[in-house]
């Protein structure tokens, strides 16, 4: 949704039919509807820029529950800060946090325990790594890539802010090929095969 075709998901217990909203990048009433007769506790937020986080505010206010989020952006006021390692529980369902800097500091994925999906905001999309800002970020981008996101398993299904969703194990031999190089002081949009 909006003009940066933005990711917005919905997760549903199946048991209880407790669900979380993942990024309220805009459109209300959409989102509204994906959450059909669901009982919404949370809404949790990847990273706090504005095509994310456009109808945040209005979600708020419209679903009455907490707004969860990695506290290192100015731009968002959370009601739960979350940290790498913490637990949202959904229903019968449990969501790890992992925090992935990089594309922003305050980026985080929240995978799905017990099973292979992961929402991963804009740390990494099938063609290459979340756009950086400066040579810093970069590089911190790539100690997320080596340090997190290439320890999960090949079968992990990655589902970004952006675009289609993909299979790690798919990207992991580009990737690694991608690490191995030296990129310098580079910053900006960076894909597998640069
Ligand atoms: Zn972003
Ligand atoms: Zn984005």
Not at 47 to 62: E, L
Not at 135 to 149: A, H, M, Q
Not at 165 to 173: P, T
Request: charged share 20%.
């Amino acid at each position: 949704m909006g003009p940066w075709a933005t990711n917005a998901y919905v997760l549903v217990c199946p048991v209880t039919s407790e669900s979380v909203l993942i990024d309220p990048a805009g459109e209300p009433e959409t989102l509204l509807s994906m959450l059909g007769d669901s009982t919404p506790v949370a809404i949790l937020v990847t990273h706090a820029h504005p095509d994310h986080i456009g109808a945040v505010d209005a979600m708020r206010a419209a679903l009455q529950v907490p707004v969860m989020a990695h506290p290192g952006s100015t731009l968002l006021k959370a009601d739960r800060c979350l940290k790498n390692g913490d637990l949202v529980e959904v229903g019968d369902h449990t969501l790890g946090v992992y925090h992935t800097p990089g594309h922003t500091g305050d980026s985080v994925c929240y995978s799905v325990q017990g099973d292979n999906r992961v929402l991963v905001g804009d740390a990494i999309f099938e063609g290459g790594p979340g756009h950086t800002s400066s040579p810093g970020d970069f590089r911190v981008t790539l100690e997320t890539l080596r340090g997190v996101i290439l320890a999960w398993p090949d079968d992990t299904v990655c589902y970004p802010g952006h675009g289609a969703s993909f299979r790690l194990g798919d990207k992991r031999v580009a990737i690694q090929a991608f690490l191995a190089k030296g990129h310098g002081d580079f910053f900006g949009d960076a894909t597998w095969e640069m």
